[in-house]
Every structure is written in C-alpha cells, then in structure tokens.
C-alpha cells in the first residue's frame, strides 16, 4: 500500500503539503495541490480516515433517527439530507424508531457510540427525554420537522414548515369553493407539527366568520388506517362533512377509501385536501389536492444547520420556518359538484 511519504516523494513536495492538501488545513497553490492529487491516483493513495477520524475528534459522519422509515415523507427528507451530506464530504447512519420512545433513545444511545460527529432527529414525540439524553452528552442535534418546547427553544437549532399557515391554506381552499361543514383530521397530537396544522384549520374558519365544530375535529395516527377510521366516524354523523382536511396525504389516501366504502364520490359528495405532497398524492384516484411541503429542502436546511452548528458549538439556535404551497389537484370541489 502506498503511504504518504510516497505520495509526497511522487509530487515533489513535504508530507506536510500533502498533509494540507488532503485535510484542507491550509491553503495550498494550484498547482501543487493538483500534483499532489494527481499523485494520490497514480500510486492509489487512500488517507487513513480512521487516523484522521481519531487525530481531528471528527468522523464526518452525522446521525438521523427517523419516527418511521416506510413514510414516504420522511424517505423524501431524507433524500434531501444524503444529498447534502455526500456534497459536503460526510456519511449517513440511519436509524428508525418506528414511532416507539424507548426505541428512539435506544438508537441515540447507538448513534452516540458510534462517534457520529451530530444527529439529526425527527422525534416520534417523546422529544424531551431524548432531548435530555443527548443535552447530557453534549452532542450537537438539529431538530427537524419538530418544535423542541420552549425548555430547549434558546439551544436547539429546527428546521421545521409553516404548519399552521398549511392549515389556513387548506381550509381557505375548501371555503373558497363554498364548504361551511368542514372537518378535520389531524394526526397525534402531541406533536407540533400536527398541532400547527389544527390550529390553522380553527384559525380560517374564524376567520371566515364559520363556527368551529368539535365534533368535526377528530385525530389519526399520521397512518393509512387512522385516516381511514377517522373519516369512518365522520362520514357516519347525522350531518356528515362535505370537505375533509386531512393532515398528511397517508391518511388521505386511507379517507379515500373510506369515502369510496361509503358508496361516495370525491370530489361531487366529499371534497378532501391532504398534507405533504409525497408522491402517491398525484396518483390516488382522484389525484389528491394538498399542501406541498419542500422535503428535499427540509433535509438539506437541516445539514446544512447541524455542520455550522459543529463549527460554533456557541452561536444562538435557529429556527428556520419554509413555506408551504397548495397543490390543486382534483380531489376538491363546490358542494353538490365535481368543480368549480
């Protein structure tokens, strides 16, 4: 194997030059650097990164713990998080809770053991214990998709959607089109972001001038089956809905289904609106109406957060808020009718 004595002695210069060039520790002319670089193919020099690892306390590796890997969603965050992670030179563990709290701190337990230099995390809810862990550890963390609480609002860095304004979004839409029995279903409600979504729906049909009807209100499991459940016990009310907002497109799919059972057609008897955007919304029967959130951006957002955060430990947290869209597809229309 090839040293780095030998690269050096190859391109004509110290093996602290070559050293420089392979860290970025210095800065390095052009056409040096390029010799040395030229010579590390030729003699197919590959630096110890193990070594590098242990002399610099780095791994270049950074830690994502997701609430549940088969959620489209969070695979199209995670999409943009590898992307930024490969351009800026670091690797991925993954690790799925699969919405279960002890299996969450379990897998930043793992994590942390293998040195990653910070997570990323997407709680399944059960944030302030796991928040506590990693506090206890010092290890850097962005928070994503997911409020910390005021507890941990001043030291952790989020990246997070304007869930609220998404609720507002959606059911300004459904007035627009002349809904007054509007209902919603959100998903668990310990979490934040579901919860935005919930308070936005309240806050148009104030706005609007339109009563808000617990009995309207019902929550899901963020799951096929919890929509599925949900618009069930709605479509089954003495006065059922003529629109649902649904708060993630997996539970719109599964309100779908339910609607079609009912012997009920979307959009001329139930208009739905979905959340995110993940790619089974444009292919649902009807292709599903929804808020689109920026997933790629989120996960990118959140990298790009957490290596400025490993840069300077003592910078004030962030919190970045982006916007979402709505996406008009062909799940809504007036009452009584298939569109406007």
């Known amino acids: 194997m090839s040293t780095i004595r030998d690269v050096a002695e190859r391109a004509g210069v110290s093996i602290s030059t070559v050293s420089h060039v392979i860290n970025n520790t210095r800065h390095v002319n052009a056409a040096t650097r390029a010799r040395v670089l030229d010579a590390m193919t030729e003699l197919d020099y590959q630096p110890n990164r193990l070594a590098r690892s242990l002399r610099n ?12 890997s088969a959620n489209p969603f969070f695979a199209q965050i995670l999409l ?19 919405e279960l709290a002890e299996r969450e701190l379990a897998y930043l337990d793992v994590l942390l053991s293998k040195q990653v230099d910070g997570i990323l995390l997407v709680s399944t809810g059960a944030y302030e214990e796991a928040l506590r862990f990693l506090a206890a550890r010092h290890a850097p963390v962005v928070m994503v ?53 919930v308070v936005g729906y309240r806050r148009a049909l104030v706005e609007a001038g339109l009563a ?58 139930v208009s739905v609106v979905g959340f995110d ?9 009807p292709r599903l109406t929804t808020i689109g959130q920026p997933t790629e951006a989120i996960g990118q957002a959140a990298v790009r957060l957490l290596l400025e955060r490993l840069q300077s430990r003592d910078v004030p947290a962030r919190h970045e808020r982006l916007p979402v869209t709505l996406i008009e597809r062909d ?3 007036v009452p009584g009718g298939k569109h406007p």
């Open 80 to 98: 943009g998080i590898e992307a930024a992670c490969f351009d800026h030179g670091y690797n991925v563990i993954l690790g799925n809770a699969n």
């Open 57 to 68: 306390r780095r791994t270049h590796t950074l830690g994502v713990l997701l609430p549940n």
């Open 331 to 333: 799940s809504c229309g």
């Open 145 to 197: 998709d997911r409020s910390p609480g005021e507890a941990y609002a001043a030291t952790i860095d989020t990246v997070f959607t304007d869930n609220q304004g998404g609720g507002v979004l959606a059911t300004r839409h459904l007035i627009g089109l002349g809904h007054r029995r509007i209902a919603c279903i959100g998903g668990p409600s310990q979490l934040t972001s579901s919860a935005g979504r």
């Open 212 to 269: 808000v009807d617990e009995r309207l209100i019902l929550s899901g499991d963020f799951q096929h089956e919890g929509g599925y459940q949900a618009a069930r016990t709605l479509l089954a009310l003495p006065e059922p809905p003529t629109a649902l907002f649904v708060c993630n497109d997996l539970m719109a799919v599964g309100a779908l289904c339910a609607i079609h059972e009912a012997g009920l057609r979307v959009p001329a008897d």
């Open 277 to 285: 955007n993940i790619a089974l919304a444009q292919y649902s029967v």
